[in-house]
């Protein structure tokens, strides 16, 4: 996925910058802070690495601190109370190149908008999707490889699905696919290339308009037209507000179910008992997936700020404090969850937070889990006998603020599906 200025990899070089491949295991650390209290001061590259904090290209100051919720009721807490905790911060750091989103917006305003957003994820609109976009594209990237008898699932199949079908539901031309994908991965790889980010928005916005009056004349049921007919309070979205949210949903729909897939998928391939477990009951299909999102999520962390003084778990944070919610160390929390390392498909269902939680909850919760079911069925279908290759060497997720492995070298039986 070559930058069309600098000719690099864009999705290489945002992995690199984030830790994948070279940055295992955070949870060792987390759980020393988790030790010493459920929220606590850190300097913020215990959250973001080296990279850069703040947007514009800046650096935190030097002494600068971040407040950091790492037990799972401190995180709990801090979610379902949008009062006192803002996600207004995020007008800084995303709104450069976003625009303005449900992001950054706080009830009563998000509540208006995202109602108005998730009537592009209607039941109807899923199971519309489910056949005719997510299962094709799916079976038609295993079509590719399934008589080969090996693979790199994530390249091959867990990279370029998700970004297929939200495309799709977008309404690109397939002949702009690639493009897409390029400027949503620029996009959200502000914090390492913050003018690449604005050139991608910018991009992005000029694909939209191409498309936005055809929607406007004659409406479909991709979510282009649902937003192009969309009222708030009565009055019509302005073009520049559904570039917004289209550009919001181009690096959340594309990213995050590339990632939580090939989560899940690492976690099986690396427990061939809990595969084979899967395999022969796919009632668990639900338990797993909600097990791959707990064990390791494809988003570490969300930011927030303090309205107001407040107390969280007995600890005072004051107001106009910058505070990272950590949802990956209170999904490995033993106060919530037993043995909270073990990758489990059997594990009994307790509410996780790998989606986050209250207001600014994922709006593609929905999406996200019928996209993994529908790929975990395609995978268990048509390729027997899937295993990690033996000679590929150790295969694991990876990552600081986003993770995911660095590939899935994978080996199957060919000439039968299961």
């Known amino acids: 996925m070559p930058d069309h200025e600098t000719g690099t990899d864009a999705f290489q070089r945002f992995n690199k910058a984030q830790g994948v491949g070279t940055v295992r295991d955070p949870y060792a650390r987390w759980a020393e802070l988790r030790r010493m209290g459920p929220v606590l001061e850190v300097d913020p590259r215990e959250w973001t690495g080296d990279q850069e904090f703040m947007s514009g ?87 590719d490889f399934a008589e080969r008898g ?23 031309p397939a002949e702009r696919l690639g493009e897409f994908h390029r400027l949503a991965v620029e996009l959200v790889s502000v914090t390492i290339d913050y003018d690449g980010a604005l050139r991608a928005s910018q991009s992005l ?16 049921d991709d979510i282009i037209s649902v937003l192009a007919s969309a009222e708030v309070e009565g009055e019509r979205l302005e073009d520049e507000l559904i570039y917004s949210f289209l550009r919001l949903l181009a690096p ?28 022969a009951n796919r009632d ?36 106009g404090a910058v505070v990272h919610v950590n949802m990956a160390a209170a999904n490995r929390d033993p106060a919530r969850f037993e043995d909270p390392d073990r990758f489990d498909v059997t594990r009994k269902f307790k509410q996780h937070l790998g989606f986050a ?32 290759d033996p000679s590929a060497g150790e295969v694991f997720v990876s990552g600081q603020v986003f993770r995911a492995p660095s590939a899935l070298p994978v080996v199957f039986e060919t000439g039968r599906e299961s």
Request: proline share 6%.
């Open 57 to 143: 290209g800046q650096k935190a100051p030097e002494g600068f601190k971040i407040w950091s919720a790492v037990s799972y009721d401190a995180v709990h807490d801090i979610l379902a109370d949008s009062r006192n905790f803002t996600s207004s911060g995020y007008a800084i750091t995303m709104g450069p190149v976003l625009g303005r989103t449900i992001l950054e917006m706080d009830p009563p305003e998000h509540t208006v908008h995202r109602k108005l957003l998730s009537q592009a994820f209607s039941r109807r609109a899923l199971e519309s999707w489910e056949t005719g976009l997510v299962a094709k594209t799916i079976n038609g990237l295993i079509d």
């Open 205 to 220: 916005g000029d694909l939209f308009a191409d498309l936005l009056p055809g929607r406007r004349a004659e409406p479909g």
């Open 252 to 279: 959340a729909g594309a990213e995050t179910t590339y990632r939580s897939s090939s989560n899940l998928l690492c976690g099986l391939l690396n427990n061939p008992d809990q595969l084979e477990l899967l395999r």
């Open 284 to 319: 668990l299909l639900p338990h797993a997936i909600e097990e791959g999102v707990r064990w390791d999520p494809p988003l570490t962390g969300i930011m927030r700020m303090t309205t107001a003084d407040v107390t969280v778990q007995g600890v005072e944070i004051p107001a």
């Open 150 to 172: 090996s693979a790199d699932l994530v390249r091959e199949l867990t990279f370029p699905f998700p970004v297929t079908v939200i495309a799709g539901m977008m309404g690109v």
């Open 357 to 388: 939680f209250g207001t600014h909850a994922c709006l593609g919760i929905h999406l996200a889990r019928m996209e993994t079911r529908v790929l975990l069925n395609a995978v268990l279908d048509r390729l027997p006998g899937l295993a990690l």
